[in-house]
């Protein structure tokens, strides 16, 4: 009985040895960063977990707004916010795997499902008390899209309209303030262009980049208007990578990564490739 009790004992004691080395093993630490779940920190470097100590950086996206983010010719996420985080995880020396889903779950899912988001995310008060941000990226400010022939030209023009946006982003909550509007909130940036062009919608909030890119894709139904002039007067915005709450090692190691790549002439080789082209 004794005898039993104590190889238990040594067994067990073996096993939560093993769960501490994950960083020795390239294999266990790629699992645990599969089996992250619930409300355990992906990026306590301190216990042994997290990206910095088992090789892995789980980035979540909303692969939805290109050129940013968009599902490739392959079925993969590419566009210019793929391509940085793949440089930043190379200067870290960490693996990237990216995950596909909601941009309105990605804050919410940080430190469970993944450890950080890159999805054209504006840095907002809200969201910092959820997450912490990286160093800035990317200017951007919201673009409203309206048919052809509509005759919206201004903030004013937009009071008790039913206006498209993708759910949970700024052009939604710039829609919450806008007198008697609706937003009618779309998951896929495409299903609100697409509602535009089928009169279900009165306009379309949404970055400017990729107004853009819809603005060419549909150049003879629809048109923009830039949400910075004197009609609109938005604010900008700025894009950050979204981290967990607290990790200073993990946001200065994300930071000094970025701030390499800009110095060395790779972001803007990644601008010209993916937002000028
Ligand atoms: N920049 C906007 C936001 O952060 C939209 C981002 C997006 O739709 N991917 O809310």
């Given at each position: 009985m004794k005898k039993a009790a104590i190889a238990l004992l040594f067994t067990l004691t073996l096993a939560i040895a093993g769960c501490g080395?994950?960083?020795?093993d390239a294999d266990s630490s790629k699992k645990s960063a599969d089996d992250k779940t619930g409300?355990?920190?992906?990026?306590?470097t301190e216990n042994g977990e997290g990206p910095l100590a088992d090789g892995v950086l789980n980035v979540g996206t909303n692969a939805e707004f290109p050129p940013f983010e968009f599902v490739g010719d392959d079925g993969e996420p590419d566009g210019f916010d793929m391509a940085l985080i793949k440089a930043i995880g190379e200067k870290m020396g960490v693996e990237v795997t990216v995950e596909n889903m909601e941009f309105d779950s990605l804050v919410a899912s940080?430190?469970?499902?993944?450890d950080v988001a890159i999805a054209g995310m504006t840095i907002t008060d809200e969201r910092k008390n959820m997450v912490d941000f990286s160093d800035e990226y990317y200017e951007a400010v919201q673009y409203v899209i309206v048919p052809a022939d509509s005759e919206i030209a201004s903030a004013a023009d937009l009071e008790g309209k039913n206006i498209g946006v993708q759910l949970g982003t700024t052009g939604d909550f710039i829609v919450e303030d806008i007198k008697d509007a609706t937003a009618a909130q779309y998951n896929k940036a495409v299903d609100a262009v697409n509602d535009l062009r089928n009169g279900r919608v009165d306009a379309v909030i949404i970055d400017k980049n990729p107004a853009q890119v819809f603005g060419e894709q549909f150049k003879d139904e629809i048109k923009l208007f830039d949400g910075e002039s004197a009609e609109f007067g938005f604010e900008k915005e700025y894009y950050a990578i979204a981290l967990p709450k607290g990790d200073e090692e993990l946001a200065k190691s994300v930071n000094d990564a970025l701030a390499e790549i800009k110095a060395d002439g790779t972001f803007d080789e990644l601008v010209k490739q993916y937002i000028e082209n």
């Open positions: 080395n994950k960083a020795e409300s355990e920190s992906a990026a306590n940080i430190g469970s499902k993944i």
